[in-house]
């Protein structure tokens, strides 16, 4: 089965705060994602890549920046956090084989104070 | 662009009695459909996929069949259960177009009562 891990899992910081959430994802995919979740809005993409060094924009990027460093690697980071930027935080992975079907990982939930 | 649209933001269902989820979408290209269930604190996980038009897809008593003619992919299971109480995700993907990504409805939370 394909396996996506995150981390941290939990995450607290204070407004104008550096964060970086990680993620892993050994399907051997190409593509990978970063969403947040918030009530009422549904799965909203930030950023996306596909393969080492690519990053393409999302629906809703700002404030946010993402690297790919390597197939199986992808971060999100928060250089100046506000608290608008709490939310629940889902990376995934997928590739063409399949119809780019996606697998999440277990999500980071964030808290900007 | 691609749209997705789920009717229902909020269904409470009985115990023992049908469930039917709405999907519709819109695209230019040639496409998978899927619907994913999350359960409260889980992560999003597929529940069904197709790609073929007029063909019922079947997963853990769940079933939905992909209508190109209507653009849609309804969910339906004959009788709830308690367990499926979650948050189900219709999502298209652009496989014509190749960008990789998933548009996804804005979700439909089900809640199954005794």
């Known amino acids: 089965e394909a396996a996506v891990t995150q981390s941290p899992r939990n995450k607290v910081t204070v407004t104008g705060g550096n964060v970086t959430l990680s993620c892993r994802q050994t399907?051997?995919?190409?593509?990978m994602y970063w969403y947040r979740q918030d009530t009422g809005h549904g799965l909203r993409l930030i950023h996306y890549?596909?393969?080492?060094?690519?990053?393409q924009i999302g629906d809703v990027p700002d404030g946010y920046k993402a690297t790919r460093t390597t197939q199986e690697d992808f971060f999100l980071l928060l250089e100046l956090a506000s608290p608008s930027q709490t939310s629940l935080y889902f990376c995934?992975?997928?590739?063409?084989?399949?119809?780019?079907?996606?697998?999440f990982g277990p999500g980071t939930r964030l808290t900007v104070l | 662009g691609d749209s997705v649209t789920q009717t229902e933001g909020l269904v409470t269902l009985t115990e023992g009695l049908p469930v039917m989820l709405n999907c519709t979408y819109q695209?230019?290209?040639?496409?998978?459909l899927f619907w994913y269930v999350q359960h409260l604190n889980e992560a999003p996980k597929l529940l069904l996929k197709?790609?073929?038009?007029?063909k019922r897809t079947e997963h853990q008593g769940f079933h939905a069949t992909l209508h190109k003619s209507s653009s849609s992919f309804h969910l339906q299971k004959s009788s709830a259960q308690l367990s499926d109480s979650a948050l189900y995700y219709c999502?298209?993907?652009?496989?014509?177009?190749?960008?990789?990504?998933?548009?996804f409805g804005e979700g439909t939370q089900v809640t199954v009562i005794s």
């Open positions: 995934a992975s997928s590739d063409v084989a399949g119809g780019y079907e996606q697998y």
């Open positions: 399907n051997s995919h190409n593509y």
């Open positions: 890549s596909y393969g080492a060094g690519n990053l």
């Open positions: 695209t230019a290209y040639s496409t998978f």
């Open positions: 197709s790609s073929t038009d007029n």
């Open positions: 999502a298209l993907s652009d496989t014509g177009g190749l960008s990789g990504k998933l548009t």
